[in-house]
Structure formats: structure tokens, C-alpha cells
């Protein structure tokens, strides 16, 4: 990276513009703001740390979503484990279409995260499963899966719009 790292500004620059994907991605899988905001400040705390050495923007941007990801998914388990984890009545959304962002976050997080990162990321299957470290063939399973589950959800609430 360049020898801005660590500085005031770059500090500024990384939060403002990673913070909102970052929030949006831990918060498909905790379904918690509270826990979601815990998680990437988590993140950022180890990207000051570790100081990375990153190609470009994008692989700095998948080098925070793969930590956010691993970050919430471990507070995941140790929330199943410990009951610790509340989720919130609140969406972190700006998306005007609630009811299908509801219908992803009932998913198992297995198909949400894929789903999230997928739809509303806009990665490939190839960068999913080098974020997430999963097969490719995993990713695509999972996407197919969480699709067959959000369509037969959509159905029973009769707002299926596809």
C-alpha cells in the first residue's frame, strides 16, 4: 500500500468507503446491527494492525469483506454457543424492497451470505469462494439452493414478483 497507512486520513478514507458494504455484509449473516457495527470495527482494528500489503482497491476490498465475513460468522458460532446474540428488528438497508431482503435474512446463513455476496456485492462465484474459501462448485450449490428457498418463500407470502 502506499506510506499513507495508518495516517488520519487514510483511516478516514478506508471507513467511509468500505463501512457501509462491510455493515450490510456482517449484517446477513448476524442479523444485528449492534453485532454487525462490533464485527467491522473488528475488521478495521486488524487491517491498523496487520498492515497488509494490497495489489489495488479491489483486492483491499475483498481483503475486508473475507475478514468482516470470518469475523461475523465466528461471532455467529460463538452466539449459537454462548445465546449472547440478540438480532434486531432493525434492516440495515437502504433498499426500498424489504420484503425480499426479509426473505434472505430468514435464509441459513450458508445461502444468505452466498446470496448477499452474490446479489448485493455483485461478486462472482469464483470471488465468493476465494473470500469465503469454499469450492466453487459449493458457492453455486448454495446460490441454487438459497434461490429454490427464496422462491418458494416469496410464493407462500403471494409476492412473488419473478
Not at 461475523?72 to 452466539?79: H, R
Not at 444468505?112 to 476465494?130: D, Q, W
Request: without cysteine.
Amino acid at each position: 500500500m502506499n506510506s499513507s497507512f495508518g495516517t488520519d486520513e487514510y483511516i478516514e478514507k478506508i471507513v467511509l468507503t468500505h463501512s457501509k458494504r462491510l455493515l450490510s455484509a456482517s449484517y446477513a449473516i448476524l442479523k444485528s446491527v449492534p453485532s454487525a457495527e462490533d464485527a467491522v470495527q473488528e475488521a478495521f482494528v486488524k487491517l491498523i494492525t496487520k498492515n497488509p500489503i494490497f495489489n489495488d482497491d479491489e483486492h483491499e476490498k475483498a481483503w475486508l469483506l473475507r475478514v468482516t465475513v470470518n469475523i461475523s460468522l465466528n461471532m455467529l458460532k460463538k452466539s449459537k454457543i454462548n445465546g449472547d446474540l440478540v438480532e434486531s428488528d432493525v434492516i440495515y438497508t437502504d433498499d426500498s424492497d424489504s420484503l425480499l431482503l426479509e426473505s434472505v435474512l430468514s435464509l441459513p446463513v450458508q445461502y444468505r451470505t452466498v446470496i448477499h455476496l452474490y446479489y448485493y456485492e455483485g461478486y462472482s462465484i469464483k470471488e465468493i469462494a476465494s473470500i469465503l474459501r469454499i469450492p466453487s462448485a459449493t458457492v453455486g450449490t448454495r446460490l441454487a439452493r438459497g434461490r429454490k428457498m427464496l422462491k418458494t418463500n416469496l410464493e407462500e407470502e403471494g409476492d412473488l414478483w419473478l
